[in-house]
C-alpha cells in the first residue's frame, strides 16, 4: 500500500500549470530575489517561517545591512542580533539563526553547505524542508520542499485526511512533493508553490476562482476547502501569571534582566519577573530596604501559541540596588541600547517615556 494519494495531474502537466501562473501572477520583486546568495535565501528563508512576506521585508532589510555575510553574522553577540530581531517573534529561529552562522565559519569555512541537503539540514534551526528550499532557490539543483503553504495547497488538492503534523500524513504530503517536483526550473517551481499557498490557496479564505488547479482540487469539488488541512487537535490554553518588576533609579534608567538562553524569551532581555507581589517584594527588600511599592498598573495579557501569559506591571523607585548580578543591567528608554528585548517588554519600556512612573495608568 503507497503512503502517497493518486495524484491528480501528471508530474508535467501539474508543473505547466503551476509555472504558468507563476509567470503571471507570482512574486518576482523580493529583496532576497536579487542578489539570490545562499546566504540571502536562507536568512529570508528563517525570518518566512511562520511570518508573512510583509511583515518580514523590512526585518530582512535591516538585517542584511547590518550583517551582509555569514561572516559578519557570526562575529556579531546575539544581543544584537536578537535587537534586529524583536518585533518578529518566535526568537529562537534568531538565536538559531546566530548558532547556525558560528557554526558555517567554524565547520564549513564560512560557506554554507549547499552541495549537501543532510548537512544544511543538520545546522540549527534549518531541517528538510528549508534546507530543500534553500539549496533549490540559491543554486537551482532539484531539491524538495514542504512548508506551511505548499502542505496547505497539496492537502487541498489531494484532500489529505488528517492533521499534516501527524506522521503518516506528513509522509503522503513528502511524496506528493516528491512526484511533482520537476528537475528544471527549481527557482521557479519552489517560489511559484510557496506563492501559491500564500496568495490564492490561504488558509482562511482561498481564492478558488483564481487558482490554476480549481477543476483538478479535490476539497473544491467537495466545497470542504476550509476543512483541509486539518487542525492539529486543540488542546485548552493555560494561563500562567507573572508579575514583571518596573524598577527605576534616580535617573529614570529601568532595570533588565536577561533571560536564560532556553525557555520563554530565551536569550531576550527582560523586567525581572516573580511568581506574585510578595516574591518581588522579598526580592527586593534584600537589595533595596526600605524600597516602597507604586500602585500596580493594569495586568494585561500576553498570548503565546501554547499558553496565555497574563502580566501585572508593578512599578518601584529607589535611591540604589546593591547585588544586581552579571544578568542584570541598567536601560535608559530616552537612549535605548541595542539590545534584543521580549515585545510586551519592549511596549512596557515605550509607554515610560510620555511620563513618569508615578502614574498609575497601565500601557
Not at 28 to 47: A, F, G, K, N
Not at 122 to 139: E, F, H, K, M, V
Not at 330 to 355: H, M, Q, R
Amino acid at each position: 500500500m503507497t503512503d502517497m494519494p493518486p495524484a491528480i495531474l501528471p508530474p508535467k502537466r501539474f508543473q505547466q500549470r503551476l509555472l504558468a501562473w507563476f509567470d503571471s501572477h507570482g512574486r518576482h520583486d523580493l529583496p532576497w530575489q536579487y542578489e539570490r546568495t545562499p546566504y540571502r535565501v536562507w536568512v529570508s528563508e528563517i525570518m518566512l517561517q511562520q511570518t508573512q512576506v510583509a511583515t518580514v521585508i523590512p526585518y530582512f532589510e535591516r538585517f542584511m545591512v547590518r550583517f551582509p555575510d555569514v561572516e559578519a553574522l557570526a562575529a556579531a553577540d546575539q544581543d544584537e542580533v536578537l535587537h534586529l530581531w524583536t518585533g518578529l517573534g518566535y526568537y529562537a529561529r534568531g538565536r538559531n539563526l546566530h548558532k547556525a552562522a558560528r557554526a558555517v565559519v567554524d565547520e564549513h569555512g564560512g560557506e554554507l553547505p549547499v552541495h549537501c541537503l543532510e548537512e544544511m539540514a543538520a545546522l540549527p534551526g534549518i531541517g528538510r524542508s528549508t534546507a530543500g528550499a534553500i539549496i533549490a532557490q540559491s543554486t537551482g539543483r532539484r531539491a524538495v520542499i514542504l512548508d506551511g503553504n505548499v502542505k496547505r495547497v497539496l492537502t487541498r488538492l489531494h484532500a489529505v485526511e488528517g492533521w499534516p503534523g501527524r506522521p503518516a500524513v506528513e509522509r503522503r504530503l513528502w511524496a506528493l512533493a516528491e512526484h511533482y517536483t520537476p528537475e528544471e526550473r527549481l527557482v521557479d517551481f519552489t517560489q511559484a508553490m510557496m506563492d501559491l499557498g500564500a496568495t490564492l490557496c490561504r488558509r482562511g479564505t482561498p481564492d478558488c476562482a483564481r487558482c490554476p488547479f480549481e477543476e483538478v482540487c479535490l476539497a473544491h469539488a467537495r466545497g470542504e476547502e476550509k476543512r483541509f488541512p486539518e487542525s492539529k487537535p486543540k488542546k485548552t490554553l493555560s494561563t500562567r501569571m507573572t508579575v514583571m518588576l518596573l524598577l527605576q533609579d534616580r535617573e529614570g534608567r529601568v532595570l533588565l534582566e536577561q533571560r536564560p538562553s532556553n525557555g520563554l524569551w530565551g536569550g531576550l532581555w527582560s523586567l525581572p519577573q516573580f511568581d506574585d507581589i510578595q516574591a518581588l517584594q522579598a526580592w527586593l527588600d534584600a537589595r533595596a530596604p526600605g524600597s516602597e511599592l507604586q500602585l500596580a498598573w493594569t495586568p494585561f495579557t500576553h498570548a503565546f501559541s501554547h499558553f496565555r501569559l497574563e502580566i501585572t506591571p508593578q512599578p518601584a523607585r529607589i535611591d540604589r540596588l546593591d547585588s544586581v548580578g552579571e544578568a542584570h543591567c541598567w536601560y535608559d528608554p530616552t537612549e535605548p541600547a541595542s539590545i534584543g528585548l521580549a515585545a510586551p517588554v519592549k511596549a512596557l519600556l515605550a509607554s515610560l517615556a510620555p511620563f513618569t512612573l508615578t502614574t498609575t495608568a497601565g500601557p
